[in-house]
Structure formats: C-alpha cells, structure tokens
C-alpha cells in the first residue's frame, strides 16, 4: 500500500473508497492542519512553477487560491478582508504590472 502522509482534498478518502481501495486517514489537531496547508501551499506553487501549459498553470493556480481560502479561514478572517489588505498594500507601494525588476540599490 503506498504511503502519501499529505493533506488532501476533503473528498479525496471518499472517490478512493468508491474506487475500491482501502485507505487509512487521521483528523488533524488545528497547529498540525496550519502546518500542513503551509506545506500544501508550497507544493501547489511549485506545480504551478512547472506547469508546462496556461492550462496547467490555471489549474495550479485554482489549487493555490484553493489554499489560501483555507489559510485565511483558519486565521480567522476573509478573503475580503485579505483582499481589503491587498488593495491598501497595492495603493501605497504598487502592484506588480510594471514588470518593474531591482537591480542594486546605492548605499
């Protein structure tokens, strides 16, 4: 039986039942489910990083947004406050569409 000790979908224990196969799973404590969507997250980026097509790097993306929804839920806020933040962020120092990349900076 292979081993995958990773967060998954919520549905995933479900369509691998239904498939056939047996499977073992744990609820996690909130400290070890934070530590593993942070875990998730970072695995997600770098699939989207490798992604080979705009398909593939859209449906990186919607894993990652994915995560995010519920990095935001488990610290307790909203994904309009997040984006409340991001607005203020983006008036006060910019977005990113400037494609604007530092070199050096004198002392």
Do not use: C, W
Request: proline content about 2%; hydrophobic content about 35%; aromatic content about 6%.
């Amino acid at each position: 039986m292979p081993t995958y000790n990773k967060l998954v979908r919520d549905r995933i224990p479900e369509i691998i039942k239904n498939s056939g196969k047996d499977l073992k799973t744990e609820t996690l404590n909130q400290d070890r489910y934070i530590l593993e969507l942070k875990k998730k997250l970072f695995e997600e980026v770098e699939e989207y990083q490798a992604a080979a097509t705009e398909d593939d790097a859209l449906e990186e993306m919607a894993d990652v947004l994915e995560l995010v929804h519920a990095l935001v839920h488990v610290h307790g806020s909203s994904m309009e406050e997040v984006e409340k933040i991001r607005a203020e962020k983006a008036e006060k120092r910019g977005g990113f569409d400037e494609k604007v990349f530092l070199i050096e900076v004198e002392d």
